[in-house]
T-cell receptor, first 112, second 114 residues
Framework: EAQVTQNPRYLITVTGKKLTVTCSQN?????MSWYRQDPGLGLRQIYY???????DKGDVPEGYKVSRKEKRNFPLILESPSPNQTSLYFC???????????FGPGTRLTVL | KQEVTQIPAALSVPEGENLVLNCSFT??????LQWFRQDPGKGLTSLLL?????REQTSGRLNASLDKSSGRSTLYIAASQPGDSATYLC?????????????FGQGTILTVHP
């Protein structure tokens, strides 16, 4: 089944404790991205990647890192999480060329 | 900077009604527009994708139209059902590239009651 998977789905952590949210797609898509969704602010892009080893900042990159060492994986890294990073995170992928984007199931992160 | 607005913010209708959700965007130089559905606590499910050169797309009871020059799109849902209850989001890719970020509207929360 073609899909985007994220792990973990739910995470509660404390301020300053490094964490990684994994994202994987099995559709051989070149383009992957991360969004966060917050009440009243909607979905905003954090980082995106156009291919292996090619990443760039979205609208709200502060406090996040990403890497793209393999085409299928695009992990989101929070080196020192803070409470303002409490949010619902989505990973997305697309082959580009104007095709639709596919979203993962989301990761609900709470930083205490 | 592209801004996407969805009206109404919330809509409650009885089962069986036909309804229209509206989406407007400020920069008409879009590459495509995509409608999504989001159930509470769940991810986004793609409903329809309209390329900038297209006027409409249909899938089952859903029909989405695009008027790029006026910066508007509508999602028409025919014969609504309680299972249609969800948040509906529209999103655009702006600019000449087929890649790029989606700019989302705030969504329309739809409730269809029996």
């Amino acid at each position: 089944e073609a899909q985007v998977t994220q792990n973990p789905r739910y995470l509660i952590t404390v301020t300053g404790k490094k964490l990684t949210v994994t994202c994987s797609q099995n559709m051989n898509h070149e383009y992957m991205s991360w969004y966060r969704q917050d009440p009243g602010l909607g979905l905003r892009q954090i980082y995106y990647s156009m291919n292996v080893e090619v990443t760039d900042k979205g609208d709200v990159p502060e406090g996040y890192k990403v890497s793209r060492k393999e085409k299928r994986n695009f992990p989101l890294i929070l080196e020192s999480p803070s409470p303002n990073q409490t949010s619902l995170y989505f990973c997305a992928s697309t082959p580009g060329g104007g095709n639709e984007q596919f979203f993962g199931p989301g990761t609900r992160l709470t930083v205490l | 900077k592209q801004e996407v607005t969805q009206i109404p913010a919330a809509l409650s209708v009885p089962e069986g009604e036909n309804l229209v959700l509206n989406c407007s965007f400020t920069d008409s130089a879009i590459y495509n527009l995509q409608w999504f559905r989001q159930d509470p606590g769940k991810g986004l499910t793609s409903l329809l994708l309209i390329q900038s050169s297209q006027r409409e797309q249909t899938s089952g009871r859903l029909n989405a139209s695009l008027d790029k020059s006026s910066g508007r799109s509508t999602l028409y849902i025919a014969a609504s059902q309680p299972g249609d209850s969800a948040t509906y989001l529209c999103a655009v890719i702006t600019g000449g590239t087929s890649y790029g970020k989606l700019t989302f509207g705030q969504g329309t929360i739809l409730t269809v009651h029996p």
